[in-house]
């Protein structure tokens, strides 16, 4: 802004002032020393000297302030180029950021209620033996591995096959012969399982029940294992907050696989020693009733037949029972059959495929979960089975498989090995078997050392009463009991509080990754530690 003064000879010489716009902020700080100057000289040397007197003040002004204005700082050199390897790490943004350190990363809550719940004595125990595996060989001094339900008897039958028909089973797409199809194994399939795998999943399971029993193909949905299986099954039936029956003792892992992701509560119940640890109808209606109590909405039965831990059948009238009991309130059941071609006893074992199949009322309540890690001997292969006529849930069921689907190898593998009929037909007897002669081993060592079993007739284990071994009739000395097994007598079992047995004192014995010439060294090694232990008074 520029200021400048005039004078009116008409108005009593009375000075008056315009502002023109645009001058800068310097300029007016010049112009205020300037204009009372030139008022004093105008007054007593006359015009000329009031203009000349203060223009020349002003040009040495600006001469001034244009010497003494401070430059401008000169942009720094630009950083010398380093060869990589001279930088340091220290040189990160972390370091070099002028807002401190950052608030460690969250997690969701549902993470965080997983991580912080533990582990129970089964995960422990197998966690224990992974550390320090027994082998006869390179060592000896080994945690032994008795928790784990995995069948090591007809590996050699498993891996001669793979050696004949491996390969070729693989790049021939499934099929017995033909050419190089590497688009089936390395292009996307359907992620609920390929037709082929299914026809011969269901031959299978037929074969392995050996009962005139058909299975629908169209009814199946497989996955990556009996884990995603049962807890797809779980989200199918169940809302988070609702909840299953589940007799007791039951399998470990049905507390993570039921629960953890869908949200869905456990309801047990209790079976006694007194009656062999079978299912009771009026335990089923207590436990029923006192969810609704508790304000749960009970929405279906888990029941494993054969049952794991224990190794007992449900009888055909047991299972009329439970569909009868699922008709009255209404509600789902899921039948565990994993062990179904795993049984070693002369009782009968009936699939609840063949009670819904004998009569056509409620099938769509009915969903059975199946396996070839048990009875196939094949665990690492994971596959696993939904079978429904619940048309809602196999559409959701396919859908979710997404999240779990088998690889196409493994697929096109398994469909060639279990469409070899006279091969399938020969694991299957002489699974059987080695299960019944193992068995009768174990059992008779655990009866030597005065441990007896409940009878069993399926699965991978015996259920070995070692309450004389106690010393309090609690969980506390059940688990006191188990840790001498597992630090000194390096045997890994699984305590019956983990499978929330309500009498303690109980374990399960899996005897399925033993040779023979390991039972003599189980039973020494259970020996030396009942003889420090004292009989509960």
């Known amino acids: 802004m520029t200021w ?3 004078y009116d000879s008409d108005k009593d ?6 502002t023109t716009r645009g001058g800068a902020a310097r300029g007016r700080t010049e112009m205020r020393v300037i204009v009372p100057l030139q008022g004093v000289v105008q007054g007593s040397g006359g015009l000329v000297l009031g203009s000349v007197i203060p223009c020349a003040l002003f040009y040495l002004l600006q001469l001034y302030f244009k010497r003494h204005r401070s430059e401008p700082t000169p942009p720094p050199p630009p950083p010398k180029l380093t060869e990589v390897s001279e930088l340091h790490r220290s040189l990160s943004r972390a370091h070099l950021s002028g807002r401190g350190s950052s608030a460690p990363a969250c997690v969701s809550a549902r993470a965080n209620s997983i991580v912080k719940s533990g582990d129970s004595p089964y995960h422990v125990g197998l966690k224990r033996v992974s550390e320090d595996l027994y082998d006869e060989l390179s060592n000896p001094d080994g945690v032994i591995q008795l928790g784990l339900a995995e069948n090591k008897f007809s590996l050699d039958l498993a891996r001669d096959w793979f050696a004949e028909n491996g390969m070729d089973s693989i790049l021939s797409g499934g099929g017995s012969s033909g050419p190089l199809s590497m688009g089936r194994i390395a292009n996307y399939q359907p992620s609920d399982g390929l037709v082929e795998l299914k026809v011969a999943v269901a031959g299978f399971m037929s074969q392995a029940i050996e009962r005139s029993i058909s299975f629908n193909p169209s009814q199946m949905v497989l996955v990556a294992g009996a884990t995603p299986a049962i807890e797809i099954l779980s989200f ?5 907050g609702n909840a299953f029956l589940v007799p007791t003792p039951y399998y470990p892992s049905f507390d993570r696989d ?4 869908t949200g869905v509560e456990i309801i047990p119940v209790p079976c006694r020693s007194a009656d062999n640890f079978n299912i009771s109808l009026s335990a089923l209606d207590l436990a029923f009733d006192q969810g609704k109590k508790r304000g749960l909405k009970v929405r279906g039965i888990v029941i494993s037949n054969p049952s794991n831990p224990v190794g007992n059948l449900l009888s055909r009238e047991m299972l009329y029972s439970l569909v009868d009991f699922a008709r009255e309130k209404n509600i789902h059941i ?3 059959e994993i062990f179904a071609g795993s049984t070693h006893g002369s009782e009968e074992f009936v699939s609840m495929a063949e009670i819904i199949d004998s009569e056509d009322l409620d099938r769509d309540r009915v969903h059975i979960l199946y396996g070839l890690s048990k009875d196939l001997c094949l665990p690492g292969f ?3 089975v939904i079978y429904s006529s619940n048309e809602n849930v196999l559409a959701a069921s396919k859908k979710l498989s997404r999240f779990s689907s088998i690889s196409a190898p493994t697929q096109c593998l398994i469909i060639s090995m279990l469409s070899d009929i006279r091969f399938m037909q020969k694991v299957i007897q002489t699974n059987r078997e080695r299960l019944r002669r193992m068995y009768i081993k174990f059992v008779a060592g655990l009866k030597q050392l005065g441990i007896e079993c409940i009878q069993s007739s399926g699965g991978f284990y015996c259920w070995a009463d070692m309450r004389g071994l106690i010393r309090s009739y609690s969980e506390k000395g059940e688990l006191e009991l188990w840790n001498k097994l597992l630090n000194i007598a390096k ?3 699984t305590p019956g509080s983990s499978c929330h047995c309500i009498e303690p004192g109980w374990f399960r014995c899996c005897f399925t990754t033993l040779t023979e010439k390991d039972i003599p060294v189980v039973m020494e090694r259970i020996r030396k530690v009942s003889e420090t232990c ?3 008074s």
């Open 4 to 6: 400048t003064r005039s």
């Open 13 to 18: 010489s009375r000075p008056t002032t315009t």
């Open 236 to 240: 199918c039936v169940a809302d988070t």
């Open 258 to 261: 039921l629960k953890w992701r």
């Open 334 to 336: 899921i039948s565990n």
């Open 382 to 384: 994971r596959v696993g």
């Open 491 to 493: 045997i890994n079992v």
């Open 534 to 536: 004292k009989s509960p």
